[in-house]
């Protein structure tokens, strides 16, 4: 409806709940000038608390420059993005691709503690007992990108034993 409505009066009306269907169907039907109103939409709709959906969106659709946005919206609210509702519904190359980022403002346990519950997020997905082995197997090369020497001794211990991940890397 946004799309034919678009391409007839050249106006459309985006919301929240149909900006990423309608960005679909513009990308389906090549309709550039629509896709442009809706990544539009929603870089001024980018917040910490949906960064990683929205990131998640951008890497979907190819729009880098959304994802980009999306990035820094994450580097510079890293806290308030790992704690927002949608982070554990991310897939595994997009926590990769924010976990190689060296410009994330939190501290690496807190970062840790998120990708764990990221990791049993994954595990129910996957209908897997959410037991240590099944959290390393899905955070696969993730694990390996958090970055343990930068915990204190006693953050890597507590990290370690509060989230019964092993503490041998894969």
């Not at 060296?102 to 990708?115: S, Y």
């Not at 994954?122 to 037991?131: A, I, S, T």
């Not at 953050?155 to 509060?162: D, H, P, T, V």
Request: charged residues 25%; hydrophobic residues 45%.
């Amino acid at each position: 409806l946004h799309v034919s409505r678009f391409l007839y009066s050249d106006e459309v009306q985006i919301g929240p709940e149909t900006v990423m269907t309608t960005l679909y169907t513009a990308k389906k039907y090549a309709v550039p000038a629509l896709e442009a109103h809706c990544v539009e939409f929603l870089k001024k709709n980018l917040r910490a608390d949906n960064a990683f959906m929205l990131l998640t969106q951008a890497r979907l659709f190819d729009e880098p420059q959304l994802a980009s946005l999306c990035l820094e919206n994450i580097d510079k609210n890293t806290s308030d993005a790992i704690n927002a509702e949608g982070f554990t519904d991310i897939d595994l190359d997009t926590l990769v691709a924010v976990l190689e980022r060296d410009t994330l403002g939190i501290r690496e346990v807190r970062l840790f503690n998120a990708v764990v519950r990221w990791a049993e997020a994954e595990c129910q997905r996957q209908q897997l007992q959410v037991v240590p082995e099944n959290k390393r197997k899905v955070l696969g090369k993730a694990l390996s990108l958090i970055r343990f020497p930068l915990m204190t001794i006693e953050e890597f211990a507590a990290g370690n034993s509060s989230s019964s991940l092993p503490a041998s890397l894969p």
